[in-house]
């Protein structure tokens, strides 16, 4: 059984700069198997082992693929152990391979999955495989082989949704016996910026967490034991005109709709030292709700 043939697969691995050649292994294995697909890299530099960043990154850009782009997943920590490894497919067209440790919470959580298998049909694996490259020996073959039309049906057997790991960090919480929200450092980008999990929409809102922010108004945060306060604006420039806050950090809405921590023309997360998987916390009682 087949189904249309996907022309783009998406690559986003831990590998660094210095795993190059496990790159180049894993478009060759893609290519041998069908060589007229288009291989995109997304990034090969997720901070190593970090899956609380690979899935913030896969989040921030699958949307802006062609439809039925397949997004291949290799940050895997737990390779050669007894995790699974999985293919999803999305009601709206998009598939992703990868180890089932949590790297797609965000996918689960943004689209209706339509369907989610175990991959365990060696038929379609690279021979033999290795312990701890299943980027290379598992996931390269099995999305080039879904590129040329295979059925996901034909990778391994249905999965049921609830059985598929989420990362619970991912999830910002109230704490109501102490009137404030626990978040984290999700991702940190070049500048220094320093991207929460706190999502908000158009209008600065968090549905989830009842709360809004409001544009100049100042939130007291609680980061690696320090108390800062902070100011929430629209655009980093804009923090200079406050003169009397503009050594102050500043909150804003990033370009994908998180909350994001940062200082003007300087690095947040050099200036406090900060690192992903780092626990802040707010005040609930500073926020307008809704």
């Known amino acids: 059984m087949t189904n249309k043939i996907n022309k783009h697969v998406a690559l986003i691995t831990d590998f660094g700069s210095n795993g190059q050649h ?14 007229i697909v288009k291989i995109i890299d997304i990034s090969h530099n997720i901070t190593p082992f970090s899956i609380l960043e690979g899935a913030y990154i896969l989040n921030s850009t699958y949307k802006y693929f062609p439809k039925g782009t397949i997004f291949v997943a290799v940050i895997d920590p737990g390779v ?6 999985i293919i999803l497919e999305t009601s709206s067209g998009f598939y992703f391979v990868g180890p089932d440790n949590g790297l797609f919470t965000y996918i689960i ?3 209706d999955i339509s369907k989610i298998i175990e991959i365990s049909n060696q038929d379609y694996f690279l021979e033999p495989v290795s312990d701890t490259f299943h980027g ?13 039309g295979i059925s996901i049906e034909d990778f391994g057997n249905p999965l049921e949704i609830d059985n598929v790991k989420k990362l619970n960090d991912l999830i910002p919480k109230i704490i109501e016996n102490e009137n404030k929200i626990k978040g984290i450092i999700q991702y940190i980008d070049s500048f220094g910026n320093c991207i929460t999990n706190i999502k908000l929409d158009n209008e600065n809102k968090s549905k989830n967490l009842g709360i809004q922010f409001l544009h100049k108004d ?12 902070c100011i929430f604006l629209s655009y980093y420039e ?29 690095s947040f997360a050099q200036t406090f030292n900060i690192s992903v998987g780092e626990i802040f916390y ?3 009682d500073q926020f307008n709700l809704v």
């Open 22 to 35: 496990y790159v180049a292994c894993m478009k060759g294995v893609i290519l041998k198997i069908n060589p």
């Open 218 to 229: 100042s939130y007291k945060m609680n980061l690696k034991g320090k108390d800062l306060e």
């Open 109 to 111: 959580d943004s689209e």
């Open 282 to 284: 707010i005040k609930k």
């Open 238 to 266: 804009e923090l200079s005109s406050y003169l009397k806050v503009s050594r102050n950090p500043l909150l804003k809405r990033d370009s994908f709709n998180f909350l994001e921590l940062s200082l003007n023309m300087k």
């Open 136 to 148: 290379r020996d598992i996931m390269a073959p099995v999305s080039a082989y879904l590129s040329k």
């Open 80 to 85: 050669g152990s007894a995790r699974k490894m």
